[in-house]
């Protein structure tokens, strides 16, 4: 497997006539490619969320939390900025994209997934199919254009049945918690929206040849990771079940933006371990550097090991 990070500069065209086209901003992407055989994937950036240090951390005991911030180079009064890491997989005739990042609706920060894949020369037309790992608003948001029309017009969509379940559900708004509501709300107007077009699959399922479901459920209730290839041959796809480097150093520790704490910390700390024994290459969605890096045992935790 060979691992380059390239930088592309690119003119935002979004919304900006042809004529105005060289008065645009430029912008930098950093994209990160593997290639093995003949797949290659590019890790594409939507963008980032950035949260206040207080929220992300508050679930680290008082006591510990400076020294394990500390030992991370991490600053626990600075903004947290979480990166938005879409994997791009092209085979052959296929182009598939792994979430779909927020679009305009969610924060000001994200949403640049259409100008990310431009700097490769993918159009959304390109895209023949579209895999959910879960139903938050950084991974769907961002399947429907502005007049409410899936933005991939060409692509399957394919999202696991628990988790499409429990998002098209009318008492979820009722039962998430008052400051998720307007997940759910926008969760079920996009599921809604698309009706039989989101295809459903089941834990262990072959999604598209040679790439597997892996039900990692707790961050959401349905979440789900992906197998593509074998760990010397290709990468895992995991979604939310581990969003920082805290969570190597302490998996036992729910997140604050885990649904079901414990069982995501369950599911953490048994994932974590399976993929540094098997030696899978990663790819996380809200990890640093385009998020692709090796899972190392460190005693009874891990470390994240970059790969950029
Ligand atoms: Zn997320």
Redesign the pocket.
């Known amino acids: 497997m060979h691992i380059a990070r390239r930088f592309f500069l690119t003119r935002t065209a979004a919304l900006i006539s042809a004529a105005a086209l060289p008065l645009a901003p430029l912008r930098g992407w950093a994209v990160t490619t593997m290639t093995a055989g003949d797949l290659r994937i590019d890790s594409v950036s939507d963008g980032h969320?950035e949260f206040p240090p207080d929220f992300v951390f508050s679930t680290i005991p008082e006591a510990e939390r400076a020294d394990l911030l500390s030992s991370l180079n991490i600053d626990a009064k600075a903004v947290v900025h979480?990166p938005?890491n879409i994997t791009l997989l092209r085979q052959g005739d296929r182009v598939v994209l792994f979430?779909v990042g927020s679009g305009p609706d969610f924060v000001p920060t994200a949403g640049r997934l259409v100008d990310a894949l431009s700097a490769l020369e993918v159009l959304p037309e390109d895209v023949t199919d579209v895999i959910f790992?879960?139903g938050?608003p950084?991974?769907l948001w961002g399947v429907l254009d502005d007049f409410d029309e899936p933005l991939f017009p060409n692509a399957v969509l394919k999202m696991g049945q628990v988790e499409f379940d429990y998002w098209t559900d009318p008492t979820t708004i009722d039962t998430i918690g008052e400051e998720r509501q307007s997940f759910a709300a926008g969760a079920m107007r996009r599921l809604t929206a698309l009706g039989d077009l989101m295809e459903r699959f089941d834990d262990g399922a072959e999604v598209l040849p040679g790439i597997r479901a892996v039900m990692t459920p707790g961050?959401t209730p349905g979440h789900m990771s992906f197998e593509i290839g074998a760990p010397d041959q290709g990468v895992f796809v995991t979604?939310?079940f581990v969003?920082m480097l805290v969570g190597f150093v302490r998996p036992d520790l729910g997140t604050a933006?885990d649904h079901d704490p414990a069982l995501a910390a369950q599911t953490r700390q048994t994932m974590l371990a399976r993929l540094a024994d098997e030696g899978w290459t990663v790819l996380g969605?809200?990890l640093p550097d385009g998020g692709i890096g090796r899972v190392r045992r460190e005693g009874d935790a891990f470390s994240f090991e970059s790969e950029a």
């Open positions: 969320i979480s938005l979430d790992t879960h938050h950084d991974h961050h979604g939310d969003t933006t969605y809200h």
